[in-house]
């Protein structure tokens, strides 16, 4: 179905996730051979998949384009899974990550009486697992980039460059940060266990 480009809503929460990339190549694509995708919209005509054919079709100064129409039950859960084949950087992926274990968590609230619930360990590993299958990465791969990203995160930008990699940043994270904390944790659990045996 063709649809006039300025009736179209770019999803605000596509900027907000991915960064932005050369259009270069796709706008050549576009003048060359067309459309050969349509622009995938929901019933409020926002789109959840094409953001970069719109701009690269703007861009050119075209008025309509080829859309399809669809239902989702959720629409960020929706353009995320229409992105899982692009080239992503991890900054990308730990920004789909955050929407993602929003999202998600909000689908496990409507399952729970007490909201409370949700920040059990239990839930919070079912979480992280579903957003980890959603983007395609290991489980392993999804903590340890969400280690880097709390403790070092201008590691993440590193690895983007390629200056380091992610089991590299990884590995000096745990030197720098986490075998600290655990060896002060381990001093504070000793001191506690010894002033218990005192003072029993």
């Not at 399809?68 to 080239?87: A, Q």
């Not at 239990?122 to 957003?131: A, H, M, N, P, T």
């Not at 903590?143 to 990203?149: A, D, E, P, Y």
Request: proline share 2%; with cysteine; glycine share 4%.
């Amino acid at each position: 179905m063709k649809m006039l480009l300025k009736n179209l809503t770019p999803n605000e929460k596509n900027n907000e996730i991915y960064s932005n990339t050369d259009l270069s190549d796709l706008k050549n694509s576009l003048s060359q051979y067309g459309q050969l995708e349509p622009i995938v919209i929901n019933r409020d005509m926002v789109i959840i998949s094409g953001h970069r054919r719109f701009y690269s079709m703007s861009q050119l100064g075209w008025k309509e384009c080829e859309v399809r129409i669809e239902n989702f039950d959720n629409d960020i859960i929706s353009l995320i899974e229409f992105n899982r084949t692009r080239v992503k950087t991890r900054n990308d992926i730990l920004r789909e990550a955050r929407i993602l274990e929003e999202e998600i968590k909000k689908d496990i609230g409507k399952t729970k009486r007490d909201k409370k619930e949700i920040k059990t360990e239990k839930d919070r590993y079912r979480v992280l697992g579903q957003v980890a299958d959603k983007l395609g990465v290991g489980l392993t791969q999804m903590k340890q980039l969400k280690s880097i990203q709390n403790y070092e995160p201008d590691y993440i930008d590193r690895i983007d460059k390629g200056e380091l990699s992610v089991s590299g940043a990884y590995r000096l994270v745990q030197q720098k940060h986490i075998k600290k904390h655990k060896k002060q944790r381990g001093k504070k659990e000793t001191f506690s266990l010894e002033f218990r045996k005192l003072l029993s």
